[in-house]
């Protein structure tokens, strides 16, 4: 960091970060404040801040039946779940892909990212049956199971970078000490790349918390999670602006506390190998 | 790990605590609209009736419950017990016997109440096959002031020359009042509904006897061009992205002259607490060209039971305490008399109470009673239904031409090309469903 | 770089690889190929889910009608210019918040929480928000924006459909991206731009031959894995124009769609999916001839 450059310098710097920062940010805060509006007020423009009478009506219709809550387990234990999983599967590969390299390993990395790409809506009347005669229709299990093979690539690729950033010289002295495998992955491998797992993990809890389209097609009411809890709102009858900006910050709010709280561990862990 | 072991564990458990063998969990999946949210809030005076019976919901946005709803019957996944669809599936389910009849809901139903024609589009030979929740049909809602102001005098059945007119002097973009609001957002229940019901006035149809298109007809041509200049000329900026919920905020706000659409809108146009021009509204019929058809529509939300369901008799139940004659009773002692769910039984509109509290009562009966689904257009179709074909064809049809049409109002195709697109692929799709 | 170590150990490690890639690779075969088989199946047959009873083989029909259908060409030209306008935008509007970020004294963890925020966002949630609080051309707060300083409201839906969905997908990936360069700076060599400041340099040519090489790795990385999602962007066009005006803003993803959800046609949406399994794989195939080096190296 250049720690001497003059705070002459450095104050033009700042102050445009906090302005592009607080653009970035400002639909997010545009809504923030929609949502206390009665709705009349919600939808006036020019837009006022004062003479507004702010409630927490909107927030009280949405939370009225309870189903938030339910929704909202829903949505950490799916998510947690999911990216837990991913991880357990990802990690093996990982390793073997980093340690015990083939000629395939490429190709075989870039068919997993390739699985990802497919629009899963055009699997998802296979996919309907199979659940169906699984019996596995509006529960948790069916859709950690899709979502985890989802980010499954994702999180194998971001493992995959931190492990080869690992210097081959550590492992080395570890297998001169007759480390048996095992020991090596869980005694030297694990704790240098844990801030790399946390990176993973956080980013794929992401993906997989605001992943619409397995989590809403697949459940209804037992395993529903809130992105299925958001589409009870987008577009109801009425004035619906600030009732709608409401919704939204109650399904964003979990991730986004957990996302605030993790940042730093998030930025640190996204170098997907890019970084020396 | 093993706490988070445990907390899964825990979670797979309860999820299968349905196992309690005296209770009966009935799953709904509903639409998100006002009397269904209300439906939901009131459930409980139900379930404190029937101790034995519990209800989960599912409350989705109309398309994505649509999609969710129709693969699940169709694959008879058997996720719900009571699903919410429109008159436009009623038909065509019906016919697949994927809905179980509603003839035995018990003789304090009182299905000689409901309305005869939205009674008629939830029946398939006779046989009723959902029970209607709410019923709408089109017309006018216009500002008072506005006309006043204006010198000009809203017919009680106005003519689209009129409306035309008086959309385009009443049209003050510089003052944040538009002519006319009219749905504009492409899918076969949004822009598709107003502008089918347009058509039925310019005596245009969907398709003719032989199910031919009709897209490429003078009538369709003039329907589309007058629906392109009232959009243009005097509709507001946006309008490809306004559904119902859009144009019902934008009059409220007090930014429409005119707003022609479904008659569900009146309860929250003339509410205070949700509409600034509440004592400003006025209503007339549907506008029409002379022809003897009115761009009027039909349609109603309903509750029906799959037949895939395990749980007929508690599904029936519910279905006829939810849509029976005392329902209308209970929401009035709650929240008054106009929001009772409007254009389902005869005895709501034969109500004093409910006449003096609701303005547009009389209104929202006639346009309801002037559609006929069976009898839509000036000329004989083929199929059933006002605003829409009841054929599986027309969900898929309906939205891409109602893509194409909203390409019109955009400006990115002519009226003529809009209208040659919607030809063609709707006789692709026509030649496509049936090359068995 | 891989450590060095004997051949029998080489073998034995090889083999424990193999084993190690099993449930991974399981798992993918499991869920992603075993519905890929029955949609390739499904490709091949008349099956349309409002008339399941009539189901029967087809041959090529779904694909003939697809490869005749003229949204196709059309849906895969918008699907390529949103993800080259979504590149485009969070590639550089990343850089420039990681360098402002980088640069800022004063609150730099809080500058990060306001700038990771949109990520966090579902898709249908921002467009949602973009929808009917920003970009509502009467009640929305850009118009308004705009007519301080003097411009009618802009239709944006109507008249740049695909330019205002691009948008709202470029703001929820910017965060990413802007991650992304941020790490990737915070681990550049302080004493080497130190030294090319002593030199002279200025902060432009700084940029051009040292930052920007040092960033090229990490732009690789976002183009990937942006691209990834970009490919099947659906909830953000499904809220805002639902595929229009016309077929303005149709990409592959919400061809599908329409195909399997709108008209319940089976088998020409998975004749369509086969084609965007196929589209996958060709770009995969580019990746791995153009950046793919970057993932050995």
Redesign the interface.
């Known amino acids: 960091?250049?720690r001497?450059?003059s705070?002459s310098r450095?104050?033009p710097?700042?102050l445009?970060?906090?302005l592009?920062?607080?653009l970035?940010?400002f639909?997010?805060l545009?809504?923030l404040v929609?949502s206390f509006k009665p709705e009349l007020d919600a939808?006036q423009?020019?837009?006022r801040l004062r003479g507004v009478d702010w409630t927490l009506d909107n927030y009280r219709e949405v939370l009225a039946d309870g189903a938030y809550y339910r929704c909202a387990l829903n949505s950490v234990l799916i998510a947690g779940g999911a990216t837990l999983a991913a991880l357990?599967?990802?990690l093996?590969?990982a390793?073997?892909?980093a340690?015990?390299?083939?000629r395939r390993t490429?190709?075989?990395?870039?068919?997993?990212?390739?699985?990802?790409?497919?629009?899963?809506?055009?699997?998802?009347?296979?996919?309907y049956?199979?659940c169906r005669d699984l019996n596995l229709l509006d529960t948790r299990a069916a859709v950690i199971?899709?979502l985890?093979?989802g980010n499954?690539?994702?999180a194998?690729w971001m493992l995959y970078a931190h492990l080869?950033e690992v210097p081959?010289a550590i492992?080395?002295a570890a297998?001169m000490d007759g480390a048996r495998?095992l020991d090596e992955i869980v005694q030297v491998l694990l704790p240098l790349i844990l801030p790399g797992i946390a990176s993973t993990f956080l980013l794929n809890f992401?993906l997989a918390?605001?992943e619409?389209?397995w989590s809403l097609n697949l459940t209804s009411t037992q395993a529903a999670p809130?992105?299925a809890f958001?589409?009870g709102f987008?577009a109801p009858q009425g004035l619906f602006?600030a009732k709608?900006?409401a919704a939204?910050m109650l399904?964003?709010a979990p991730?986004?506390v957990i996302?605030?709280f993790c940042?730093?561990q998030?930025?640190?862990?996204?170098?997907?190998?890019?970084?020396? | 790990m093993k706490r988070i072991a445990t907390i899964l564990l825990a979670a797979a458990l309860s999820s299968c605590s349905g196992g309690n063998r005296d209770v009966t969990t009935l799953t709904v999946a509903t639409v998100n609209n006002s009397d269904m949210v209300r439906l939901k809030g009131l459930s409980s005076a139900f379930t404190k009736a029937h101790p034995n019976i519990r209800l989960n919901w599912v409350t989705l946005e109309e398309?994505v419950l649509r999609?969710r709803v129709?693969?699940d019957v169709?694959?008879r996944g058997g996720q719900f017990d009571v699903i919410t669809i429109g008159s436009y599936e009623v038909p065509?389910w019906a016919q697949?016997r994927w809905l179980l009849g509603m003839d035995d809901l018990g003789p304090s139903y009182r299905a000689d109440d409901l309305l005869p024609a939205i009674r008629d589009a939830l029946s398939a030979k006779g046989v009723l096959y959902a029970a209607p929740i709410n019923g709408e049909g089109s017309f006018t809602m216009y500002r008072t002031d506005l006309f006043a102001k204006a010198k000009l005098v809203m017919p009680q059945h106005p003519s689209w020359d009129f409306i035309a007119t008086a959309a385009k002097k009443l049209n003050d973009p510089a003052h944040?009042v538009y002519g006319i609001c009219l749905r504009g957002?492409?899918?076969w229940g949004e822009n598709m509904a107003t502008i089918v019901a347009m058509s039925n006035s310019f005596g245009a149809r969907l398709f003719d006897e032989h199910w031919r298109p009709q897209f490429d007809t003078p009538e369709w041509k003039r329907t589309l061009s007058v629906y392109v200049d009232l959009a243009r000329n005097a509709g507001?900026?946006?309008?490809?992205?306004n559904g119902f919920n859009?144009s019902l905020?934008?009059y409220a706000?007090g930014?429409c002259a005119i707003w022609f659409d479904s008659t569900v809108a009146a309860p929250f146009v003339t509410d205070p607490k949700t509409s600034v021009v509440a004592d400003k509204t006025g209503f007339a019929a549907a506008p029409d060209a002379g022809l003897g058809r009115t761009a009027n529509w039909l349609w109603t939300w309903a509750l029906a039971i799959p037949a895939s369901t395990t749980k007929a008799k508690a599904a029936k139940s519910f279905v006829a305490w939810a849509t029976g004659p005392d329902y209308a009773k209970l929401v009035a002692g709650r929240f008054g008399w106009a929001a009772a769910p409007p254009g389902t039984r005869t005895s709501l509109y034969a109500n004093p109470a409910y006449r003096k509290a609701a303005p547009f009562a009389e209104a929202t009966l006639e346009a309801i009673g002037a559609a006929d689904t069976h009898h839509p257009t000036v000329k004989p179709v083929p199929y059933v239904g006002v605003q829409y074909a009841a054929i599986?064809?027309f969900?898929?049809?309906g939205?891409?031409v109602?893509?194409?049409f909203?390409?019109a109002?955009?400006?990115?195709?002519t009226v003529d090309q809009?209208l040659d697109?919607a030809q063609t692929s709707s006789k692709?799709?026509m030649a496509?469903?049936s090359?068995? | 770089?891989?450590?060095?170590?004997g051949k029998t150990g080489a073998a034995r490690?090889?083999s424990?690889?193999?084993?190690?890639?099993v449930?991974?690779?399981g798992?993918?075969l499991?869920?992603?190929v075993?519905?890929?088989a029955?949609?390739i199946w499904?490709s091949f047959q008349?099956y349309?889910?409002?008339?399941?009873d009539?189901r029967?083989f087809?041959g090529l029909?779904n694909y003939r009608?697809l490869f005749?259908?003229p949204a196709f060409a059309g849906a895969i030209l918008n699907t390529l210019l949103l993800i080259l306008f979504v590149l485009a935008a969070t590639i550089f509007g990343g850089i420039?918040?990681a360098l402002?970020?980088e640069?800022?004294?004063?609150?730099r963890?809080l500058?990060?929480?306001?700038?990771?925020?949109?990520?966090?966002?579902?898709?249908?949630?921002?467009a949602?928000?973009?929808?009917?609080?920003?970009m509502?051309?009467?009640?929305g707060?850009l118009?308004?924006l705009g007519g301080l300083i003097g411009l009618a409201?802009?239709?944006?839906?109507?008249?740049q459909?695909l330019l205002s969905v691009s948008i709202i997908v470029a703001?929820e990936w910017?965060?990413f991206a802007a991650?992304?360069f941020?790490?990737?700076l915070?681990?550049f060599d302080?004493e080497q731009?130190?030294a090319a400041?002593l030199d002279g340099a200025s902060g432009l040519s700084m940029f051009r031959y040292l930052t920007l090489p040092h960033l090229a790795?990490?732009i690789?990385?976002v183009i990937?894995?942006e691209?990834?999602?970009l490919?099947?962007i659906?909830?953000e066009i499904?809220?805002?124009?639902?595929?229009?005006?016309?077929?303005?803003t149709?990409n592959?993803?919400y061809l599908?769609?329409?195909?399997?959800?709108?008209?319940?046609?089976?088998g020409?949406?998975?004749a369509?999916?086969?084609v965007?399994?196929v589209?996958?794989?060709v770009?995969?195939?580019l990746?791995?001839r153009a950046v793919?080096r970057?993932?050995?190296s």
């Open positions: 960091m250049a001497r450059t705070l450095a104050a710097a700042t445009i970060a906090w592009a920062a607080l970035v940010a639909p997010l545009w809504a929609t939808i423009l020019p837009p357990m599967l990802a093996p590969a390793w073997a892909m340690f015990a390299p083939t490429r190709g075989l990395l870039l068919w997993m990212l390739s699985t990802k790409m497919l629009p899963p809506v055009g699997l998802l009347v296979p996919v049956l199979i199971a899709m985890c093979v499954l690539p994702i194998i080869r081959a492992v080395e297998r495998l992401t918390w605001n619409s389209f809130l992105t958001i589409a987008s602006w709608l900006s939204s399904s964003i991730v986004l996302g605030w940042q730093r998030l930025v640190q862990g996204l170098t997907f190998g890019a970084v020396k | 398309n999609q129709t693969t169709a694959t065509i697949r944040g957002k492409a899918g507001p900026p946006g309008m490809i992205a859009e905020a934008l706000a930014k599986p064809e969900q898929g049809l939205t891409e109602g893509q194409q909203s390409g109002v955009a400006g990115t195709m809009a697109a692709r799709q496509a469903a090359r068995q | 770089m891989s450590p060095t170590i490690l090889n424990v690889g193999r084993l190690m890639l449930p991974s690779v798992a993918l499991t869920w992603m075993i519905p890929l029955i949609t499904l008349d349309r889910l409002l008339d399941a009539q029967h087809a029909a009608g005749a259908d420039l918040i402002l970020v640069a800022a004294r004063i609150g963890s500058l990060r929480v306001l700038i990771i925020s949109p990520f966090f966002v579902m898709p249908g949630v921002s949602l928000l973009w929808k009917n609080l920003l509502q051309p009467i009640s707060l118009g308004w409201p802009f239709d944006w839906f109507a008249r459909p703001w910017l965060p991650l992304v941020l790490t990737a915070q681990s302080a731009k130190e400041q790795r990490s690789t990385i990937m894995m691209t990834i999602f490919l099947s659906f909830a499904f809220v805002t124009t639902g595929g229009g005006p016309g077929t303005a149709t592959v993803a599908i769609y329409t195909r399997a959800l709108l008209q319940y046609d089976v020409a949406a998975s369509a999916g086969v965007a399994v589209i996958a794989n770009i995969a195939f990746f791995a793919g970057s993932l050995d």
